[in-house]
T-cell receptor, first 113, second 115 residues
Framework: KQEVTQIPAALSVPEGENLVLNCSFT??????LQWFRQDPGKGLTSLLL?????REQTSGRLNASLDKSSGRSTLYIAASQPGDSATYLC????????????FGSGTRLSIRP | DVKVTQSSRYLVKRTGEKVFLECVQD?????MFWYRQDPGLGLRLIYF???????EKGDIPEGYSVSREKKERFSLILESASTNQTSMYLC??????????????FGQGTRLTVV
């Protein structure tokens, strides 16, 4: 059974710092991995999707990498801003595109002005 | 823009009531999902559907059922609501791989309180 873990559970950094969020998964037979952002009391907003054949994806100040063989992904946030404060979740889809999507428990990020 | 719409933002129901949570997507996605989210437990998959009338149990299907009669609509049913089903419920949808973006999109969530 696929298990997804995110470490740390919470992180607080001063504005302007670059930071890395970590995600690991137990079964490397994944179809894709997706990073989401969630603001308190709201739904999830998709940030980046990495297909299993890809190594990384970039969008603005965000860069996500994927190492399937080691079961790891990282989300790199450059030049952090207070508006980046939110919970970040990673999720993996199983071996096909008609598979379940399993989530990690998230990292709660706080950017101090 | 992809839109996944959940019928209610907030809902209060009584113990024992039959509750319907509705989710509609407008992007012709094959896959649809229902999750619940609780503090300290993260998002847990209740049910998943990969086609009309097709469904698969997720990690916590007990006390729930689902219906997918049309491609765009996926309903979550609480047969007899109980207080331990008080939670935030999130619906999502995605394409299967037809050379299309298989990104999952979420609705805004329904906060259900069972009293």
């Amino acid at each position: 059974k696929q298990e997804v873990t995110q470490i740390p559970a919470a992180l607080s950094v001063p504005e302007g710092e670059n930071l890395v969020l970590n995600c690991s998964f137990t079964d490397s037979a994944i179809y894709n991995l997706q990073w989401f952002r969630q603001d308190p009391g709201k739904g999830l907003t998709s940030l980046l999707l990495i297909q299993s054949s890809q190594r990384e994806q970039t969008s603005g100040r965000l860069n996500a990498s994927l190492d399937k063989s080691s079961g790891r992904s990282t989300l790199y946030i450059a030049a952090s801003q207070p508006g980046d404060s939110a919970t970040y979740l990673c999720a993996v889809a199983g071996y096909s595109s008609a598979s379940k999507i399993i989530f990690g428990s998230g990292t709660r990020l706080s950017i101090r002005p | 823009d992809v839109k996944v719409t959940q019928s209610s933002r907030y809902l209060v129901k009584r113990t024992g009531e039959k509750v319907f949570l509705e989710c509609v997507q407008d992007m012709d996605h094959e896959n649809m999902f229902w999750y619940r989210q609780d503090p300290g437990l993260g998002l847990r998959l209740i049910y998943f559907s990969y086609d009309v009338k097709m469904k698969e149990k997720g990690d916590i299907p007990e006390g729930y059922s689902v219906s997918r009669e049309k491609k765009e609509r996926f309903s979550l049913i609480l047969e007899s609501a109980s207080t331990n089903q008080t939670s935030m419920y999130l619906c999502a949808s995605s394409f299967q791989d037809r050379g299309l973006n298989t990104e999952a999109f979420f609705g805004q969530g329904t906060r259900l309180t069972v009293v």
